[in-house]
Every structure is written in C-alpha cells, then in structure tokens.
C-alpha cells in the first residue's frame, strides 16, 4: 500500500495520469497474460496451445460441458467446436482478474457449418481458475437457447 500511495503522490507531482487504485498485482497480471494467450489460441483455432494452458487435471463447467476433466479433453471439445464453427471467433469485451481469478466477458461469432447465411453471436462469461502459469477451471455461462 505504501507503494501504492508514492506512486499516486508522484504522479501528482509530476503530472502523471495514475489511479490511486491499481488495477492488478503482479500475480493478477500473470494470470491476465495466461488468458490472453488462451484468447488468441482459440482465435488461431490452435487446440493444441489451449491444451498446453489448461493443466492436466482442469476442469471446465459450462451448460454444454457440465464435467469436462483434463486438457485433452477440454482440446478434443474445442476442436469438435472448431469443426462446427469454422469462422469461431472470440471477441473480447472485458477482462479482469482479482488474485488467481479472471474474469472474461466475450462475444462468440461465426457460422455453423452448412448455415453460412445464419451468423451466431452468442455473450459468454467465463470465470477461470489460473495457478502456476496454467488454466486449472474454467466456469462459462451463456444462454443455450442463443
């Protein structure tokens, strides 16, 4: 905290833009950063850097996947996820983490496959669990009926 206050004292000193209240700690930014990484592989529709994020024993929890365990696993759902969205893309709205917890608000968009003239576009929260550099859980919710 003291770190904290001397930074907001020398921003006002010398005319810095700083808030007093900092958005992440060291540890929520590693945990941000693993995310992210998360984000651009499932854009890339690279399942196999998803699998290397996700721990061995992960868990992902959403209404489509209520008790998915481990990181093949998780891959192997979102590759069948890629196959029936070709042009899955995930549109990042806000992130945000507090200690090893990150918080993902997103837009999923594509086609499914054989509808190309029927764009989807679905809001999603995802709570994930991050510890030792990896995805540990992953709790998503969204509106099945979307």
């Known amino acids: 905290m003291k770190i904290a206050m001397l930074a907001v004292l020398a921003g006002s000193v010398f005319g810095w833009a700083i ?3 900092f ?3 060291r540890a929520d930014t590693a945990a941000i950063k693993v995310v992210r ?3 651009e592989a499932f854009n ?4 196999r850097t998803i699998e290397d994020i996700y721990a061995n024993a992960a868990s992902l929890h959403s209404p ?4 998915l365990t481990g990181s093949k696993q998780i891959a192997d759902t ?4 890629f196959e029936a969205i070709p042009d899955a893309k995930d549109n990042l709205q806000t992130l945000e983490s507090s200690a090893n917890h990150v918080y993902a608000q997103f837009v999923l968009t594509g086609h499914l496959k054989g509808a190309e003239d029927k764009p989807i ?3 999603i929260l995802s709570v994930y669990t991050v510890q030792d550099g990896r995805i540990v ?3 998503t919710y969204y509106d099945r009926k979307m």
Not at 44 to 47: N, Q, S
Not at 64 to 67: G, I
Not at 78 to 81: A, D, G, P, S, V
Request: charged fraction near 35%.
């Open 19 to 21: 808030s007093p209240v």
């Open 23 to 25: 958005a992440a700690s």
């Open 37 to 39: 990484l998360k984000f």
């Open 44 to 47: 890339r529709h690279d399942a």
């Open 64 to 67: 489509d996947y209520p008790d």
């Open 78 to 81: 979102y590759r069948k996820l």
């Open 121 to 123: 576009s679905i809001r």
């Open 137 to 139: 859980g992953d709790s």
